[in-house]
């Protein structure tokens, strides 16, 4: 089924302990768009400068990616730099130039109007409702947030959430978002904010799903999925994005959602994750094959499963 | 088959965000033990002040735990005191009375030389390292360590770690160990300096086994187990202990030591942590039952499974 993302594009200059690259296309709706597109057919919805080359769209119109949604702005395309020198978990931000960013309002062309599955990246709460609520036939909603609007727009998050199904942030954020350090507790929380399940995403640890009473018909049990432990992490930027894109992708390609599809889509998202890592920026999500993907889904599996 | 614990003997005071407990029974053999004695019989070689009353032994012997290991020495024992006030997850020291732990030289009973599992819990390596070669039964050796023998004491330790087994720390001690702050890469260089196995304990995340190239026979996949998410941790102290304890148990009691038995000893040491923190000091590793302990087990196991 189809798989809509609303999020930024941009250019990334990053320093990790393996290298610097200057200017390479990032921004989470070009993470998960690749992540998903080796699943079901991906549409994205962004706004880019004059600056973006028909080269940089090819890289997603390559794996299939349906492009029309991407408006061209004039200025320059969202920029970001960041360093990785001392952890390899946390980004340093260097500077965030947000150019046609900053006045991003997301249009959806008409062609999408009959998107299945939307997830709505990490933008501005209220872009985010007003995209939930023009599309009427979407059957299930991802969202991601982050401190900033957790902080400074809490009221406008607050009616975000009661739109997304799925909501996927990090450990950090869920504990920030509840008010509560404990992470079941802080879990609940946010599940009383509106999102029938949470995706906690620990990083090289892995992720957990929770549940709310009744969601899916599925019952509150948590689900965790491992992450492979990489031997040479090069570049963790879009990690959590191509988490999602994997997560989305798989959900949409199975159309049923159930205790069995979640779980599995949960691995799923972690596999992505674990692959955009290995090579700086999308490189390594460009041109993976489904039976590589497959090939570390079954590895994954393998790290926690008793006989 | 039998198992031995080397290691300390405390009084513990302890603030957590659930309350203040003053000079409770706690140490790594207390905990170790404790946690062992639901699936092998355990022995304990220890030293202990005039304040150690039969009362505090008896927490041991009801659990069956042969304490003729246990040396009175003249003085106080070993007090720490520490607090959990801002992070669960790791303590800030209020005090430290070593007391007779200061000069412990551990004296195996005669009735201990036929020990077949032995645990070296965290003390100065050069006396880790006395215990192993005095005991010439022994099938498996584990062992712990900490930032303090790592970086003040490397030689002593490196000739340690040529006679443990079965290493076990966290991702902290790992990456300090072996000098590399990739997890994979840090696990390959410490396995390099003696070990068959190095379990990496992740805290709340779980904890991961690492096989050098030909151990036990078994190739050199990582296995991976979970950890419950808990909703009340209310006191942290002593978890890493009790990990190890269900783990060196459980082996304990299967004697064939292969990958399967491994991977089962991994989870059942999560589940002893994830038992010892729902309480203060080791109140909750007193009174379990193997039921319980299975009951959780296969919790764990299901949260991870895919069908």
Known sequence: MSLLVVGSVAFDTISTPSGRVENILGGAATYFSLAAS??????????????????????????????????????????????????????KTDFTELNVFETFQPHIPREFEDTDFLFLANIQPTLQAAVRLELHHVRLTGGDTMNFWIQNT????????????????????????????????????????????????????????????????????????????????????????????????????????????????????????SFAVERFGTERLQNLTRGEIDGRFQVFRELTRLD
Chains 1, 2 share one sequence.
């Open 154 to 273: 809490p009221k406008d998050l607050a009616e975000t959430l009661k739109l997304v199904n799925v909501l996927l942030i990090n450990d950090t954020e869920t504990k920030m978002l509840a008010g509560d350090r404990n992470l079941p507790r802080a879990a609940r929380k946010v599940l009383a904010m509106g999102p029938q399940a949470l995706v906690v995403k620990h990083g090289e640890y892995g992720a957990t799903i929770f549940f709310r009473e009744g969601a899916f018909g599925i019952g509150t049990h948590p689900f965790r999925a491992p992450a492979l432990p990489i031997d040479e992490v090069k570049d963790p930027t879009g990690a959590g994005d191509s988490f999602a894109g994997g997560f989305m992708g798989y959900l949409a390609s199975q159309g049923d959602i159930n205790r069995e599809v979640l779980k599995r889509a949960l691995f799923y998202g972690g596999v992505m994750g």
């Open 38 to 91: 080796y699943f079901t057919s991906v549409r994205v919805v962004a706004v880019v400068g004059e600056d973006f080359m028909p080269e940089h769209e090819q890289i997603m119109k390559h794996r299939g990616i349906d492009t029309r949604g991407i408006e061209r702005a004039q200025g320059k395309t969202f920029r970001w730099g960041g360093q990785y020198l001392d952890n390899l978990n946390e980004a």
